[in-house]
């Protein structure tokens, strides 16, 4: 019997190519919303860090003019904190996209695999009927030459 060829391989190939580059493209998108997750991080802790200074020259008693400065330091931070914050929004909904053609590219390749499995399968199995078949044909035709031998 021939070999087993399955006429979707090049199909399979190609999914699975896509795959591992969809993969690739999901992992440097999650990637950058870690890194924004750092720096928003690294921001709040700045923040929280300059209103602690802030709180403690006040009980102490400052100027008007220092304290409008801490105010609008702080203003300024809020502001940044809002600007890296919509980016980490932006950033996770791309790593979301990207998350969800990489599933969808699993399922595809994942059905092609299937259908490769069953088709492998099949196949065996007719071996394994020819094969048998050859066996029985064989042991008749040796039963039949003993006999008239």
Known sequence: MKKFK?????????????????????????????????????????????NEEYRKEAELGL???EALMYQNGLRA???????????????????EKKREAVVEAKKET???????????DAYQKAVAKSEELFIEEFVSTARVNAANG
């Open 6 to 50: 399955f006429s979707l391989d090049t199909v399979l190939s190609y999914k699975q190519q896509v795959l591992e580059a969809l993969q690739g493209e999901h992992a440097l998108a999650l990637a950058d919303v870690r890194a924004q997750e750092a720096v928003l991080d690294a921001l709040w802790r700045q923040y929280r860090a300059y």
């Open 110 to 120: 994942s059905s092609i695999e299937k259908l490769k499995e069953k088709k492998l």
């Open 77 to 95: 931070g809020e502001q940044e904190i809002q600007r890296e914050t919509r980016r980490l929004e932006e950033l996770q909904a791309v790593e």
């Open 63 to 65: 100027p008007i003019t």
